[in-house]
């Protein structure tokens, strides 16, 4: 019936960080997150609960930069569970679940709505966010889970009025986050999406994840084949692009990952940003290897003018050696 649920870019998937590449893009924006949610709807729709702003057309709530090309406006966000704290999360991280997720749904605001944009390849983009279990209740989400209560049967809503500002649901690092392109995790599984899961996890004690439990016992699609597809993690700032940390299976990975033109274009950045620092290095002792050279030449060129004496005094291994060496450090460029 849903022929895209077999597609090749599917979500969700399991994420194995030896094989993601590392980049440091710019910023992630978050616009209207400061602000409470004053006029929300909570809706369990027969798939999960759902919480989106009651004016739809509002665009006061938007996601901008990191990899995103121009704004992305918020349209719901929902949350997916399992039967017990092993699993519930969709992604998962080196074949590890979390308990619950959160997936906030956004869409191109240059498409002019929602219902347009998932007409489009890079229509919408889904903000992941995985829940840990703790003992502490976590206050920000008592207003919610309250109200889950009231929306136990299907196709049940109820309006909230007392919903805290989104940046309140959110861990507070928002910086460190892994993006791939994939799918709507439900029919019709549209290969749409630019997902981008942060990597630290909102607390809800133990009592908190049983109330969505109590909605339904799970709302979760197993993972799909990663395939051809490059995994990307986002470094902060400061901090370096690590390269591939097992040479062999790194090697392996980069070539399966080097699937399409863009991820070309972006690891050909990397590798010339590496490579000019590289090139200024061997510049460099170049340069100091011909001065001392030239120093040593003048000096016994005045004590002794015999050619041979040249070979004897200038230590030719000692002036290349440096460069032999850094050539041994250079990171695997292909
Ligand atoms: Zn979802």
């Given amino acids: 019936m849903y022929s895209a649920c077999s597609g090749k870019f599917q979500s969700p998937i399991n994420i194995d960080m030896k094989d993601v590449l590392h980049v440091k893009l710019p910023p992630l924006r978050f616009e209207g997150f400061d602000e409470e949610l004053e006029d929300a709807i909570l809706t369990n729709n027969g798939h999960t609960v759902m919480v989106s702003p009651k004016d739809e057309d509002s665009d006061d709530v938007k996601v901008k930069g990191g990899p995103l090309k ?5 349209k719901q966000m929902h949350f997916h569970w399992g039967m017990n704290d092993s699993l519930g999360s969709e992604d998962s991280i080196n074949n590890q679940s979390f308990p619950m997720e959160l997936h906030m749904v956004f869409w191109k605001e240059s498409y002019g709505s929602y219902e347009k944009a998932i007409e489009h390849k890079d229509g919408l983009t889904v903000m992941a966010f995985f ?13 919610l889970i309250s109200a889950l209560e009231e929306v136990k049967g299907n196709h049940s809503n109820k309006h909230m009025e007392d919903l805290p500002a989104l940046k309140k649901l959110l861990p507070q ?3 460190h986050y892994y993006y791939y392109q994939g799918s709507l995790t439900t029919p019709p599984c549209d290969e749409i999406v630019t997902w981008i899961d942060f990597t630290e996890s909102i607390p809800l004690s133990p009592d908190q ?5 109590r909605i339904m016992d799970q709302n979760h699609r197993p993972t799909q ?15 370096l692009i690590m390269p591939y940390q097992q040479e062999s299976s790194a090697t392996t990975a980069a070539s399966n990952k080097l699937s399409s ?24 002792i170049l340069a100091v290897g011909i ?15 015999s050619p041979s004496h040249e070979y004897a005094t200038v230590p030719r291994n000692n ?3 440096p460069i032999f060496s850094s050539l041994k450090q250079l990171p695997a460029l292909a």
């Fill in 261 to 284: 033109l863009k991820d070309c274009k972006e690891i050909i950045k990397i590798s010339y940003f590496q490579l000019s620092i590289f090139g200024w290095n061997i510049l460099s």
């Fill in 131 to 143: 829940y840990e279990i703790t003992m502490n209740t976590n206050k920000a989400y008592k207003p």
């Fill in 319 to 321: 002036a290349t050696k």
């Fill in 291 to 305: 001065l001392i050279t030239l120093k040593r030449n003048l000096r016994n060129g005045m004590l002794n003018p």
């Fill in 209 to 213: 994840v049983n109330q969505f439990r």
């Fill in 70 to 74: 121009g704004a992305y406006v918020f």
């Fill in 225 to 239: 084949p990663v395939g051809e597809r490059t995994i990307w993690f986002n470094v902060g700032p400061g901090e």
């Fill in 173 to 175: 690092d928002r910086v």
